[in-house]
């Protein structure tokens, strides 16, 4: 009896221990809420993405942990899987499908996720980021509407590379680098334009890219200060080059500024460049968080687009907040030469 109630003990002893060394969190976002662009009928829509997330870590002993993250997202008001701004539905896994290493090496991780360039630039952008705000900056202006995996399948985020290896440097002095580097493997995709001929240059369909896609970023943050510059090239040779600052003269108000150069000359035949440039603000008062932006993009050959946003956060709990937002776009070049857009909605993580 004695001895069963010892091995008892230390099986109950070891499986603690082993609990303890890994774990799995489940996490997510819903926002919904409803929107209005000029143009268009008034519907329920999102500002952030909807997502349902898991990850893990679990401890291999030495400083060495092993880690993965999977993400689907979704669309609020139908529960389907996310689909892009022309109804093409996106990939199960479309945030996120990593797995990998952390150690004192730094982190190495395996399969898709968010270019070095493009995660590192949303912490300066006024929306922080949130693709489908409809007054946010990033997915055009903060990335100057760089694609950073065109050969991708229709549907797909213009802002992950599939196929790729990530690597992200310990953070020493506030300084991290980091590095994301895809394969060629064609990846299912449609015949994009490319440089195959002088008049109708094209990829065909499914083809692998030309040149091995890369990404590089170099971030700082220390105390009220923060940068990065970065620079990335995709598959079909486009590269595009960013610099960013915020700076942070009380704790409670963020000032930001960015500047990006996209150069597509090598599928482009006339007028490659497209320059872009943001100035934004987060100012925090209590419950309350303001939101404000201006930026131009300016493709060569043709008139600049301009946009102003305002937006305004309520914190109902640290999970919880309401939000409304407006922006103005001028883009001249387009069949609607003045965009209005407002939203409210609510958005909660769990």
């Known amino acids: 009896m004695k001895k069963s109630l010892l091995a008892l003990a230390l099986f109950g002893a070891f499986a603690g221990v082993a609990s303890a060394q890994s774990s799995v969190t489940i996490y997510g976002a819903l926002d919904a809420g409803v929107q209005k662009s000029t143009g268009t009928t008034t519907s329920i829509g999102k500002s952030d993405n909807n997502k349902l997330g898991f990850k893990g870590v679990e401890d291999l002993g030495n400083g060495l942990k092993a880690l993965f993250q999977l993400e689907v997202r979704f669309e609020p008001d139908t529960g389907t899987v996310e689909s892009d701004s022309k109804g093409n539905q996106r990939p199960l896994f479309q945030g996120e499908s990593r797995v990998g290493l952390q150690g004192d090496f730094g982190t190495v991780r395996l399969g898709r996720g968010k270019s070095a360039f493009q995660d590192s630039s949303a912490a300066f952008e006024p929306w922080n980021?949130?693709?489908?705000?409809?007054?946010?900056?990033?997915?055009?202006?903060?990335?100057?509407?760089?694609?950073?995996?065109?050969?991708?399948?229709?549907?797909?985020?213009?802002?992950?590379?599939?196929?790729?290896?990530?690597?992200?440097?310990?953070?020493?002095?506030?300084?991290?680098?980091?590095?994301?580097?895809?394969?060629?493997?064609?990846?299912?995709?449609?015949?994009?334009?490319?440089?195959?001929?002088?008049?109708?240059?094209?990829?065909?369909?499914?083809?692998?890219?030309?040149?091995?896609p890369y990404s590089l970023s170099a971030?700082?943050?220390?105390?009220?200060?923060?940068?990065?510059?970065?620079?990335?090239?995709?598959?079909?040779?486009?590269?595009?080059?960013?610099?960013?600052?915020?700076?942070?003269?009380?704790?409670?108000?963020?000032?930001?500024?960015?500047?990006?150069?996209?150069?597509?000359?090598?599928?482009?035949?006339?007028?490659?460049?497209?320059?872009?440039?943001?100035?934004?603000?987060?100012?925090?008062?209590?419950?309350?968080?303001?939101?404000?932006?201006?930026?131009?993009?300016?493709?060569?050959?043709?008139?600049?687009?301009?946009?102003?946003?305002?937006?305004?956060?309520?914190?109902?709990?640290?999970?919880?907040?309401?939000?409304?937002?407006?922006?103005?776009?001028?883009?001249?070049?387009?069949?609607?030469?003045?965009?209005?857009?407002?939203g409210v909605g609510v958005h909660h993580n769990f």
């Open 129 to 212: 980021g949130m693709g489908n705000a409809g007054a946010g900056f990033q997915s055009d202006l903060q990335v100057a509407g760089f694609n950073s995996d065109p050969l991708s399948p229709t549907g797909n985020s213009k802002n992950r590379l599939s196929n790729a290896v990530f690597y992200n440097t310990p953070v020493i002095s506030g300084f991290q680098a980091n590095v994301s580097v895809a394969t060629k493997e064609a990846n299912n995709g449609p015949a994009i334009v490319g440089t195959g001929t002088v008049l109708a240059p094209q990829f065909a369909a499914n083809s692998e890219a030309r040149v091995t």
């Open 219 to 342: 971030t700082y943050n220390n105390g009220p200060f923060a940068g990065m510059a970065a620079y990335e090239r995709n598959g079909v040779e486009e590269k595009v080059w960013s610099l960013a600052a915020s700076f942070n003269p009380i704790s409670d108000l963020k000032l930001m500024a960015s500047y990006q150069k996209q150069d597509q000359g090598s599928t482009k035949l006339v007028n490659p460049n497209t320059k872009a440039w943001i100035l934004g603000a987060n100012y925090t008062i209590g419950a309350s968080k303001i939101l404000a932006g201006y930026g131009q993009k300016s493709p060569d050959g043709a008139e600049k687009i301009k946009q102003a946003s305002l937006g305004y956060e309520y914190s109902l709990s640290k999970r919880t907040y309401v939000y409304a937002d407006v922006s103005n776009k001028k883009q001249p070049a387009a069949a609607v030469t003045s965009v209005n857009y407002y």
